[in-house]
């Protein structure tokens, strides 16, 4: 099988809805499967993908896990040689997978691959391609972590961002996880998702992964996704803030305390049991 595809839903039925559709029809001449993981929605998703989405693989979670460990029990039902995952409030283009597929087939170096993420309204998100936002970068700089983020815009403030940035295909250092196409055997290698990081920071931390076991991340902007950032919406609820910062203090600490011991074995697993340290 070429692709799996995975969604996690919380509670955006409607959303859901239009996301699965585009993918069903971006996927239409590609052997993939669909594997979507309601992480216990309270709202009518489930039943919605029983009747409009009866193909999906489907796993309920009867209580909140979190976006990491969700796309990971995605991730160990996968039968595809890419794992594509996707949020539930973004649109696919027509013809946005099979772009993205050939370009990793074209990049055998690559560990993975984001796109261009436009809001509904047809604006550029810039975090498509940084991978993080500003209070990430600010993070980064500001606990000498930057220095290993050489492909980032962490320096440049947005006034400076040129235009033709956002159309050209480059190697950066995080795949924002709105839509991230993986190399399953890459996902071997270096391991799932960190299931510290509930809600933000997992895909952060799994691109760093990525580029310290030795592959590359890219960013190609010739075709793309609307993104709906629902997630912005409660930017200022006690959730939000303990969810973002706190990813914030688990990437922060889990690097600084080992980033000057690690070496990344010949089949690299980041921290115990998972990862070797040298003493």
Known sequence: MKLSVIVVNHNMCN???????????????????????DDASADKSVAMLGNEFPHAKLIVNQHHAGVAKARNQ???EAKGEYVL??????????????HVLKFMDAHNDAGGVGV?????????????????????????????????????RLYKNDDDWVEDEEFATTEVD????????????????????DERFVKFGHDIDLS?????AGYKNYYFPKTYILSFNTRLRSKFTWSYIRHFYGAMIIFAAKYLLHMPEIKIPA?????????????
């Open 15 to 37: 959303k859901l809805r239009q996301a699965l559709f585009t993918l069903n029809r971006a996927c239409r001449d590609i052997d993939y499967e669909l594997i979507v993981v």
């Open 174 to 193: 995080v795949i924002n996880g709105a839509f991230m196409l993986l190399r399953r055997s890459v996902v071997n290698h270096v391991g799932d998702f």
């Open 267 to 279: 089949i690299p697993q980041m921290f115990a049991p998972k990862y070797e340290i040298e003493r």
């Open 116 to 152: 261009r993420m436009l809001s509904p309204r047809g604006k550029f998100i810039s975090e498509s391609r940084t991978g993080f936002s500003r209070a990430w970068g600010g993070l980064l700089k500001l606990t000498g972590l930057a220095k290993h983020f050489p492909k980032s």
């Open 85 to 98: 995952l996707v949020n539930a409030d973004t649109i696919s283009g027509k013809k946005t997978v099979e």
């Open 208 to 212: 760093f992964r990525i580029r310290l």
């Open 74 to 76: 995605g991730i160990e």
